[in-house]
């Protein structure tokens, strides 16, 4: 059965027999499979699974009810959107399970909200892209108190509210446990990024040489890996071609000392992670990404080669890896650097993926750069993933800017008082002296604190302390506001995420479809 009037009178007599009112049908969300309809409703108790039809099936949980429709019986199930049931649609419906992303070009679209998923889809689906839509870091998921199963889960909730078909990825990011590893992996993700910067030493760049050498010889248990390391890379004249540059890495004794003592145990961890997954997710195919943009400073190409050379002796099949690019990616706002040099850098790692075979290069705090997408395409040739999560938060204060402008007031306010404790794990220049004061702002200008780079800063940074900040009576102060204020505005909140994230999509230069 298609037909929307149809449809609509079952469901609001179902509805209303089991106590519930319809307040929206989502009618892009209809499904027919073996004779039964599938689609999404939003009731006052939350958004809700409805199926009917000659039967309905025994998987779904939720309360069932037999009405007649045009002299038939149909027996029609109200199924709410837990993690049971996000399971069995899953199972029923493939294309809500997430996929591999493997070397298509693909765009991370983070959501600390549980919200976003239907605005990513509304731009991502009209472009050549893969989307990775279930993306979350452990960081993420501690500062607002959810689960890696209530990612995944909100994130097949937006794809079949959708009736989105077109495949889609999940990222468990900044793995840095085997408790992490083990809990995602459970969860059902299908992309995994290793986060080894407990393991990387940056002191490595700048110790005298005595302690150099020790710290280099500690590494190796046996002197026989010592020797084998030294030769692979000791005074070697390194030739790495690619289509459209030719390298010639020499690393001297001191510089391989330092590169070892820096990188190798991360090296060691970011194995180890590799082969537990491995394990654990049964030889079923993954996403595997190494992170190294978590430094002090720029990932050079030496390290490139060393690190990658390593991972590929050790059977490590790479999807992306994150190095630390020159100039600073900085939260929420525009790449600060020379873009000639970012260029450059760019096409020397690009030479070095190429050499080894070929794995994207993953572009960590990606949200609002607009002036390199054009260069990371170009240069990579499409291969890149791109990682994105606040700006989509922002864009849901952007809506409660809009809707409720004391709640926005009352958040900035907050946002301020927590800032110098919260910024402490980012890397960010802001200057808390150039954003206007709140008392002097209209109702009407509010906007424009989330549209200047500094004023931006201190909202993104501090999501965690107000998604999560609670009163003497131990109710959330601002939480609910804001998932109420956005589920009331959903459609709006889906136009501003679109129209970001198409932004992004076309400076990079991404064919539409």
């Known amino acids: 059965m298609n037909n929307s009037n149809d449809i609509k009178k079952i ?9 519930a009112d319809v307040i929206k049908i989502y009618n892009q969300s209809i499904q027919i499979l073996d ?17 009917f039809g000659d039967n309905t099936p025994e998987d779904l949980l939720g309360d069932e009810v037999t009405i007649r429709f045009n002299d038939t019986s149909l027996k029609v199930k109200m199924c709410p959107c837990i993690h049971e049931n ?29 919200l976003a998923t239907p605005g990513h889809i509304q731009a991502f689906k009209n472009y050549d892209i893969f989307p990775v839509l279930a993306q979350q870091s452990i960081r993420e998921m501690s500062r607002t108190i959810r689960a890696a199963e209530e990612v995944l889960d909100d994130a097949t909730w937006g794809v079949f509210q959708e009736g989105f078909t077109g495949g889609f990825g999940s990222d468990a990011d900044h793995l840095k446990t085997e408790q992490d590893i083990r809990a995602t992996i459970e969860a059902g993700f299908t992309g995994f990024t290793v986060d080894p910067s407990d393991h990387i030493n940056n002191n490595a760049d700048t110790v005298d040489l005595d302690e150099l050498e020790n710290l280099f010889v500690s590494l190796f248990d046996e002197n026989d890996e010592l020797t084998e390391f030294m030769g692979q890379y000791n005074g070697k004249n390194i030739v790495i071609n690619s289509k459209d540059r030719k390298l010639s890495l020499q690393i001297n004794d001191e510089q391989l000392k330092r590169l ?9 961890f970011t194995i180890w992670s590799y082969y537990l997954i491995k394990k654990l997710k049964a030889d079923e195919a993954f996403d595997f990404e190494m992170s190294v943009d978590e430094t002090e400073t720029p990932t050079s190409i030496a390290a490139h080669y060393m690190i990658v050379n390593e ?27 020379d873009l000639n040099e970012f260029r450059e850098q760019l096409r020397d790692h690009v030479a070095v993926s190429e050499f080894f075979g070929q794995y994207k290069l993953s572009i960590h705090s990606g949200s609002d750069k607009f002036s390199i997408f054009p260069i990371v395409n170009q240069v990579t040739n499409g291969l ?32 301020l008082k927590k800032f110098e404790k919260e910024r402490y794990s980012y890397h960010i220049t802001t200057d808390l002296s150039r954003i206007p004061r709140l008392e002097k702002l209209a109702d009407s200008q509010l906007e424009i604190l989330l549209n200047g780079n500094d004023s931006r800063q201190v909202l993104h940074v501090t999501f965690g302390a107000i998604l999560t900040a ?25 136009k501003v995420l679109t129209k970001l994230f198409c932004a992004h999509l076309d400076a990079f230069g991404i064919n539409k479809k």
């Open 11 to 19: 469901v609001n007599t179902a509805a209303s027999a089991l106590g």
């Open 35 to 51: 004779r039964i309809t599938f689609l999404m409703i939003k009731t006052y108790a939350g958004r809700t699974i409805i199926c």
């Open 86 to 114: 996000a399971e069995s649609i899953r199972k029923i419906f493939k294309w809500t399970s997430p996929q591999c992303a493997g070397l298509n070009t693909s765009f991370g679209a983070g959501d600390r909200i549980g």
């Open 260 to 268: 070892a003592v820096k990188y190798l145990p991360a090296i060691r």
């Open 311 to 337: 991972l590929t002796q050790a059977g490590v099949k790479l999807a992306s890896l994150a190095p630390r690019f020159v100039g600073e990616f900085q939260k929420a706002i525009d790449y600060i650097g």
């Open 384 to 415: 890149f993933h791109e990682k994105t999560a606040g700006t989509s938060y922002l864009e849901a204060l952007r809506v409660i800017c809009r809707y409720d402008t004391k709640l926005f007031r009352e958040i900035f306010l907050f946002a």
């Open 470 to 494: 609670k009163d003497k009576d131990d109710e959330y102060l601002f939480r609910e506001q804001i998932l109420n204020v956005i589920d009331i505005h959903e459609e709006e909140y889906y």
